[in-house]
């Protein structure tokens, strides 16, 4: 591991561990994930292995802000001295734009945080969505249905995820084209 990725591993143990059991163990199981896609996202390999880990950081009852965790972990990324580009891949994760939009928050995650679409904001959301609340693997679909189930019909994350679902599905169509595509 490197520096970065040591240095996000600590820190997003340090917020959510003991606070947040579940939430843990899915950050760590998304951290592995990323690491065996190190190879999808080139130079950007310690990058997306460090976004893995703080990912979720936004979830930590020390750190939440406005309750959208994309955001308030990228503000509090941004705020510490991370790089942009790592508060930028946590604050767009997984299609926060759709719930950010659901928040009335869409024009501010736009402002403050750039959106980027590359091979490593892919493998993000690969991992992080092919990923269950407890680390097991999923499809995306299964997911999506874990997903709306826990949180019911008429919740806010259900409602951006039915807007989301195309753009999310697509993201990960394109990640698993390239595992298709690396060589053995």
């Known amino acids: 591991m490197s520096r970065l990725q040591d240095v996000a591993a600590q ?43 703080l990912h979720d950081i936004g979830y930590a009852p020390t750190i939440t802000d406005t309750g959208f965790h994309a955001l308030d972990g990228a503000r509090w990324l941004r705020a510490s001295g991370y790089n942009l580009r790592l508060a930028a891949l946590v604050a767009h994760h997984s299609c926060a734009q759709y719930e950010a939009d659901e928040r009335g928050l869409g024009g501010i995650l736009k ?43 008429d919740d806010l994350v259900t409602r951006f995820w039915e807007r989301a679902e195309p753009a999310l599905v697509d993201s990960i169509q394109r990640t698993e084209e390239r595992i298709a595509n690396q060589p053995m």
């Open 11 to 53: 820190v997003a143990e340090q917020h959510l561990a003991v606070a947040m059991p579940n939430r843990w163990r899915h950050v760590q199981a998304v951290a592995r994930k990323a690491a065996d896609l190190g190879s999808l996202a080139a130079r950007d390999a310690d990058l997306l292995v460090a976004a893995a880990w």
């Open 111 to 153: 402002t403050e945080f750039p959106y980027e679409l590359s091979p490593t904001a892919d493998a993000l959301w690969y991992a992080d969505m092919t990923t269950g609340p407890d680390g097991q693997d999923l499809t995306v679909k299964d997911r999506l249905a874990e997903i709306r189930n826990r949180y019911g019909p």
